[in-house]
């Protein structure tokens, strides 16, 4: 219960301050590519149910819905602001909307694509699937892309064990300081 108060007080007041910046980057993404500013996936979430999770555009219409690490050459699908956008996580920013819907928390595993099945059933075993996944996680501090499949669900299990609000502060706080040195982004 207080987890869900803080998601959705924290939600509430980082939509009013963000406002303005997710209209710019909104007009930035459009006026630099080809295509609608948001790009919608299907993620999997608490329970393995599929919600659909929006973030800013910053690959090509064309780009095969896969993780980006299994891409030949993901650089290539990149539109012009979209590297930017990743290295500073602001192409996370719409997914304030799926906090306030309760799909997803501040903190917890970040949500699998609906198609990567190792993810989905090792989450599975080691039932991290029966927390909501989060903006950002115990996983995404310590690697993020840079972390084997393996290591992110022992991570993740490990975040099911001790979450607490406290536990939560500080992983928000562990997300500021990798954002700002953008430490782990792979692409």
């Given at each position: 219960?207080?987890?869900?108060?803080?998601?959705?007080?924290?939600?509430?007041?980082?939509?009013?301050?963000?406002?303005?910046?997710?209209?710019?980057?909104?007009?930035?993404?459009?006026?630099?590519?080809?295509?609608?500013?948001?790009?919608?996936?299907?993620?999997?979430?608490?329970?393995?149910?599929v919600f659909r999770m929006p973030k800013f555009r910053s690959m090509r219409v064309d780009t095969p819905a896969v993780a980006t690490h299994l891409l030949q050459n993901p650089d290539?699908?990149?539109?012009?602001?979209?590297?930017?956008?990743?290295?500073?996580?602001?192409?996370?920013?719409?997914?304030?909307?799926?906090?306030?819907?309760?799909?997803?928390?501040?903190?917890g595993p970040r949500p699998a694509l609906f198609n990567q099945d190792d993810l989905i059933a090792l989450r599975t075993k080691y039932a991290v699937h029966e927390i909501l996944p989060?903006?950002?996680?115990?996983?995404?501090?310590?690697?993020?892309?840079?972390?084997?499949?393996?290591?992110?669900?022992?991570?993740?299990?490990?975040?099911?064990?001790?979450?607490?609000?406290?536990?939560?502060?500080?992983?928000?706080?562990?997300?500021?300081?990798?954002?700002?040195?953008?430490?782990?982004?792979?692409?």
């Amino acid at each position: 219960m207080a987890k869900r108060s803080f998601d959705v007080l924290l939600s509430i007041l980082a939509a009013l301050v963000l406002v303005l910046p997710v209209v710019v980057i909104a007009l930035l993404v459009r006026l630099t590519s080809p295509g609608p500013a948001l790009y919608w996936s299907d993620r999997v979430g608490k329970g393995n149910r599929v919600f659909r999770m929006p973030k800013f555009r910053s690959m090509r219409v064309d780009t095969p819905a896969v993780a980006t690490h299994l891409l030949q050459n993901p650089d290539t699908y990149l539109t012009p602001i979209g590297s930017f956008l990743r290295r500073s996580s602001l192409d996370e920013l719409p997914q304030l909307w799926n906090i306030l819907n309760g799909e997803m928390s501040f903190v917890g595993p970040r949500p699998a694509l609906f198609n990567q099945d190792d993810l989905i059933a090792l989450r599975t075993k080691y039932a991290v699937h029966e927390i909501l996944p989060g903006l950002t996680g115990w996983a995404q501090v310590n690697g993020r892309d840079e972390l084997p499949i393996p290591e992110k669900v022992r991570l993740d299990a490990e975040y099911l064990r001790r979450q607490s609000l406290v536990f939560d502060l500080y992983i928000l706080w562990l997300t500021v300081v990798k954002v700002v040195r953008r430490d782990g982004v792979a692409h």
